[in-house]
């Protein structure tokens, strides 16, 4: 089954809405980031903040600064990068209670091309102090995420798709800096954040048929990171891949780098953007393009474990 | 406001001055001018207009202060000890390690209600906290005070667009016309222009006074604190500086410290002008 992240998170905003602490901000994307869903309940506590992101994580701040939970949304592209400054000093250096749920990360905007594909956000959001990061890889798990982190207190940064994503996570619990074993295996491991686990597991399963045992590791916290986990399969298995839809620096690829390097030894392929742009183009056809496909696990598997 | 109120709120308007140059000279580093061009607004507002609880920072339903003028930090900090919030000999701690009184001001300082000092946020985050208290149909007001340098800065009009929307009646902005930034005057820099007309453009209602005046300061804010569904803007004219004859009218202490000898002079004057203050109604 596809299923929409966005989707997932309108109707859990909706769910839990009736919580009179929750505010809900949108920049005139509401209709794609599906907050309108909320907006359309509770008017009252919706404000639509017209294109303007650097107010809109402002005004975030001030009203978690008098006590609400603020959720605020648009593209990672533009609230990330366009307000960066403003989430740095107004919501991470103070630790207030704002979560930032952007939508349409990564190559599989699609259509929209480069300048609407963020690639950078993990990294630049795991810079920040206070902010925990987390990029669910299904419907059902953003659900999870959403309802998690609406009462835990200080801000978060979530990440979503804009493309519908094959439902995986239906039986698994979300728990905040606790990677999910998904496949075990013995050979090697792939681990992979955000909607990139269904390219993992179906390449973990190519590989079987090749009598490759790869075991698949879902990571939704890019921060904190579970590196207990990944220092236990690193050690277990020798060889890592990393899979993710966003640029190969300062990602997940690079965290796995570093605690492999700080605990122990392992093998490391790391698959991502190539330091480079994007294009338009249906979403999981530039995944394809750009490396990000079963095809390219597979043959860095066969590589590493050669 | 009779006189003797008057001459109370110039004295503390006095104080702040020098704490402020006392503070900036000890940590030799800071921002006199803006610091000197604000202390009277500041004044006026801790000492007659802010309905706030030193024994009691956060409490729920007090007046919201926001120093978007954040490098202003040392008047500031000077008005809070002064209203009581922590010890005056803390003040001198101002830009230290390990000090709680960091270069720009901090939420962990009692009696700050938001961390400022990357220009604009102050402003923006004031609008997040008015739509708070009119979701919660609170009484309070919330003040937020902008240097006009500041309003430059893209995210200012963002916010300027937006809170007449809301209807925010329950904003006060004070804008801080010292007519300087760090490199020279704001005219020369990017000009403000007809500041007035373009705030009212945007749905605000405008008010032009003499920002040392303690009278026009005071009386304006009661005139801005009507509830008529519109945001209110005191455009305050201001001295950079003023308080410290060498200080006025320049961009040249805009983040200087005095040296032994301008911080000997400097306090010099405010005594002479506490003096003076003194005197005043007395004859």
């Given amino acids: 089954m596809m299923e929409s992240q966005r989707v997932a998170y309108g109707e859990t905003l909706l769910e839990i809405g009736e919580d009179e602490k929750i505010v809900v901000l949108d920049a005139d994307l509401s209709s794609s980031t599906h907050t309108i869903m909320f907006g359309n309940k509770y008017k009252e506590r919706f404000f639509n903040m017209g294109i303007q992101e650097q107010n809109e994580v402002g005004v975030a701040a001030g009203l978690a600064r008098s006590g609400k939970i603020v959720f605020a949304s648009s593209f990672a592209v533009f609230i990330v990068g366009r307000a960066y400054d403003i989430i740095r000093q107004s919501i991470a250096y103070t630790n207030l209670n704002v979560k930032i749920v952007a939508t349409h990360a990564g190559l599989t905007v699609g259509e929209d091309g480069a300048t609407h594909q963020m690639l950078e956000d993990i990294g630049i959001m795991s810079g920040l102090p206070n902010f925990r990061v987390i990029a669910p890889a299904d419907a059902p798990e953003t659900r999870k995420v959403i309802k998690k982190i609406a009462y835990m207190d200080g801000p978060f940064y979530v990440r979503l798709s804009r493309e519908k994503v094959p439902t995986l996570l239906n039986d698994y619990e979300f728990e905040l800096g606790k990677g999910i074993l998904f496949k075990d295996g013995h050979d090697l491991t792939i681990i992979s954040t955000g909607i990139t686990l269904s390219i993992a597991v179906d390449a973990a399963n190519d590989l079987k048929a090749k009598g490759i045992d790869a075991a698949v590791i879902h990571m939704p916290t890019l921060k904190p990171i579970d590196s207990e986990l990944v220092s236990k399969y690193a050690k277990n298995t020798g060889k890592v891949i990393t899979v993710e839809e966003h640029s190969i620096y300062n990602g997940l690829g690079s965290r796995v780098a570093e605690i492999i390097a700080e605990h122990g030894t392992a093998k490391l392929k790391r698959i991502g953007v190539m330091d480079q742009f994007g294009e338009s183009g249906p979403g999981w056809a530039l995944l394809e393009k750009y490396g990000i496909s079963k095809e390219n696990i597979i043959k860095k598997s066969m590589e590493i474990i050669r | ?283």
């Avoid at chain 2, 030799?28 to 607004?41: E, K, R, T, V, Y």
């Avoid at chain 2, 009484?139 to 300027?160: P, R, S, T």
């Avoid at chain 2, 020279?184 to 405008?206: C, M, Q, R």
């Fill in chain 2, 1 to 283: 406001m009779n006189i003797e109120e008057q001459k109370e709120i110039k004295l503390k308007a006095n104080e702040i001055r020098t704490l402020a140059i006392k503070m900036i000279y000890n940590a030799q580093s800071g921002h006199p001018g803006g610091s000197l061009s604000a202390s009277d607004i500041l004044s006026v507002l801790y000492f007659k207009v802010l309905n706030v609880d030193p024994k009691n920072p956060e409490w729920s339903k007090r007046d919201r202060f926001v120093m978007s003028k954040g490098h202003a930090s040392a008047a500031y900090y000077a008005s809070l000890a002064l209203k009581g919030y922590f010890p005056i000999n803390d003040l001198f701690t101002f830009r230290k390690l390990g000090s709680i009184l960091q270069g720009h001001p901090t939420i962990h300082v009692p009696g700050v209600d938001m961390t400022t000092g990357s220009l604009g946020q102050g402003f923006s985050t004031a609008i997040g906290m008015a739509i708070a208290g009119k979701l919660d149909k609170a009484d309070y007001n919330i003040y937020v005070l902008i240097g006009d340098g500041e309003m430059d800065e893209g995210i200012v009009w963002e916010a300027m667009i937006n809170a007449p929307h809301n209807n925010l009646d329950n904003l006060i902005a004070i804008l801080d016309r010292n007519k300087y930034q760090l490199d020279g005057s704001t005219e020369n820099i990017l000009p403000l222009g007809d500041i007035e007309s373009k705030i009212k453009a945007f749905g605000w209602e405008v008010q032009s006074i003499n920002g040392h005046d303690i009278e026009e300061i005071y009386n304006a804010i009661k005139i801005s604190q009507n509830k008529n569904g519109k945001p209110k803007m005191i455009v305050a004219n201001t001295v950079k500086g003023k308080g410290v004859s060498f200080m006025e009218n320049t961009h040249e202490f805009h983040g200087k410290a005095p040296n032994k000898e301008q911080y000997e002079k400097a306090i010099k004057e405010l005594e002479t002008e506490r003096e003076k203050i003194l005197k005043e109604g007395s004859t």
